[in-house]
């Protein structure tokens, strides 16, 4: 990385998504000092964590996409994409399935009270 560039900074939680912790064990990490060049802002404020202060984090500064701490692999390029569109595809067919279901039971109230009248 050139001095020119800023590296990153990453928040507790960030930080624990990236390396699948807690947000707690984070915090213990910054406070031991094991996150180098981690600071708290203020008298026990949030803490700052530079890209710098571990590999994963590193990685997500040189642009490429990771798996949290727990995947034996980097995903590859285009395999979150298809994820997500996959996703899309499963809540489009249950966002359906609800409006039929709602359209079903708003016919079949008709229906009951046509009847009861």
Sequence with gaps: MAKSETSLIFSTSQCA???NITDR????LCDS???IGAVQSGGGGRWKIPA???PALEAIQRGQQVCPADCSREVQPGELV???????KVADRINKLI???ISEQKRKGKNNVQKET
């Design 82 to 88: 298809e994820v997500l569109l996959m996703l899309k």
């Design 25 to 28: 064990q984070v915090r213990r």
């Design 52 to 54: 710098t202060a571990h």
């Design 99 to 101: 409006d039929r279901g």
């Design 17 to 19: 998504i990236v390396l």
């Design 33 to 35: 000092g094991k996150l």
